[in-house]
């Protein structure tokens, strides 16, 4: 990986988009930032957003674009409108549905970089049972809390 050492642009409308779990549109990958961190755009139906799970090598930052959402981390909970922020830890299960009734927005920041290809992996390999998925989380170091579902951390 390269030294971060010139700016990390993603003028407004660019981006990689991957329908993975709703869509994605990629905004800096850690190529361009030496590892540094990654950066997407989650657009997110209402009622949705990913199962309990636990990321080992990042921790994520998420800003509120638009919409309502309840976040779930190591036993807390709170909700967050358009320009609210949270910054959830690598290694606690935790999860985020949009609750509000229309579709929500987040920008998501990883630290260091490299979550951000999972969304394309996914659209690229389209797994279809849950082991499939699983396994191509494993390979990003994800790992879906099985039997939690929807449930709060």
């Given at each position: ?61 998420f ?52 979550f ?30 099985a ?7």
């Amino acid at each position: 990986m390269s030294k971060f050492s010139r700016a990390a642009v993603s003028p407004a409308g660019h981006g990689t988009s991957a329908m993975a779990f709703g869509r994605h549109v990629i905004r800096m990958m850690a190529a361009n930032t030496g590892g540094t961190f990654g950066m997407f755009e989650a657009f997110v139906a209402p009622g949705e957003g990913p199962p309990l799970h636990v990321h080992e090598r990042e921790d994520e930052f998420f800003r509120v674009l638009k919409g309502h959402f309840g976040f779930w981390c190591a036993g807390d909970y709170l909700e967050l409108t358009a320009g609210g922020c949270i910054a959830l830890p690598r290694g606690i299960p935790h999860r985020f549905e949009n609750i509000g009734s229309e579709e929500g927005a987040l920008m998501v920041v990883v630290t260091p970089g490299g979550f951000e290809s999972f969304f394309l992996m996914i659209e690229l390999c389209k797994p279809e049972t849950p082991e499939q998925i699983a396994t191509v989380a494993g390979e990003f170091g994800l790992t879906i809390i099985a039997g939690e579902g929807r449930q709060a951390a």
